[in-house]
Nanobody, 119 residues
């Protein structure tokens, strides 16, 4: 079992930066692939980024590639999303999620943190 708690959201002007953090509980955090998803008002939840259990193979949605960076610190049971050059279209609730490396579905989700980018 892994419990996830996001933080770091807020209001920022277009072009600005935010760093989201996700704190995980559970001694098996290091065995999970971790991801970030987001959901804007009236839209489906969408994939943003993911990182493998050892910090390798980061993956990004095309819409954030080159602007967002996912990272993790297994010693701190944490995963991060550095967001630069933010755009109003990045406005959404951002969710941290985890899945076992042997599965394809994310089983564990945080409660979300709001990111609002003003123009």
């Amino acid at each position: 079992q892994v419990q996830l708690v996001e933080s770091g959201g807020g209001l920022v002007q277009a072009g600005g930066s935010l760093r989201l953090s996700c704190a995980a509980s559970g001694r098996t955090f290091g065995t999970y692939t971790m991801g970030w998803f987001r959901q804007a008002p009236g839209k489906d939840r969408e994939f943003v980024a993911a990182i493998s259990w050892n910090g390798g193979n980061p993956q990004y949605a095309d819409s954030v590639k080159g602007r967002f960076t996912i990272s993790r610190d297994n010693a701190k049971n944490a995963v991060y999303l550095q967001m630069n050059s933010l755009k109003p279209d990045d406005t959404a609730v951002y969710y941290c999620a985890g899945r076992l490396v042997s599965t394809t579905a994310y089983s564990y989700w945080g409660q979300g943190t709001q990111v609002t980018v003003s123009s």
